[in-house]
């Protein structure tokens, strides 16, 4: 089976890797970093905010069963892309928005997905999501991978170890 990747910053990588996970024909997806001049960067280093990297999730999918083009009109429903270097909260580069491309083919796509996004007016300010080339993607540590389904499975526990 031949597969793609596309790599996306959409603020904090936790629920951004949570809903890619759920479109049919995503395979896999890691929590990481990507985009910054440190080498194999810590969480600790990317709040710090030095490190110029951003959150981002690396999908891996099947291109027979989802199209680059749905993921990405996914990604722009799953945050505010109008927002420079933030997303609710969460403040500082690391929350950037970003689609970092693979290919020149993913980069015309994603350019075309960012017009078609501005002229639907969701918002009334124009996407400030950036869309460069994908350097090297770090994954992130494990603690980060999958958080809320780790997150749900500790509260059930819990739930279940304090129910009468």
């Known amino acids: 089976m031949a597969t793609e990747k596309a790599t996306l910053a959409a603020g904090c990588f936790w629920g951004v890797q949570h ?15 990507i985009g910054g001049q440190t080498n194999d960067p810590t969480y600790k280093q990317i709040c710090e905010g030095d490190t110029n990297h951003a ?12 199209s680059y083009e749905t993921i990405l ?3 722009w429903r799953l945050h505010d892309p109008t927002q420079l270097n933030r997303q609710g909260p969460d403040h500082g580069t690391q929350y950037r928005s970003a689609i970092f491309y693979h290919s020149p083919e993913q980069k ?8 078609e996004f501005d002229k639907s007016l969701v918002f009334t300010r124009p996407a400030v999501t950036q ?34």
């Not at 999730?57 to 989802?66: N, S, Y």
């Not at 015309?108 to 017009?115: I, Q, R």
Request: proline share 7%.
């Open 19 to 33: 809903l890619l996970d759920e479109i049919p024909g995503v395979i896999s997806t890691k929590c990481g970093y």
């Open 55 to 66: 959150e981002a999730v690396e999908v891996t999918f099947d291109p027979d069963k989802v």
């Open 73 to 75: 009109s996914y990604f």
């Open 108 to 115: 015309e796509k994603a350019e075309k997905s960012k017009a």
């Open 131 to 164: 869309i460069v080339p994908a350097p090297t993607f770090y994954k992130a540590e494990e603690y980060h991978q999958d958080i809320l389904i780790k997150t749900v499975a500790l509260s059930a526990i819990f739930t279940v170890l304090v129910s009468p």
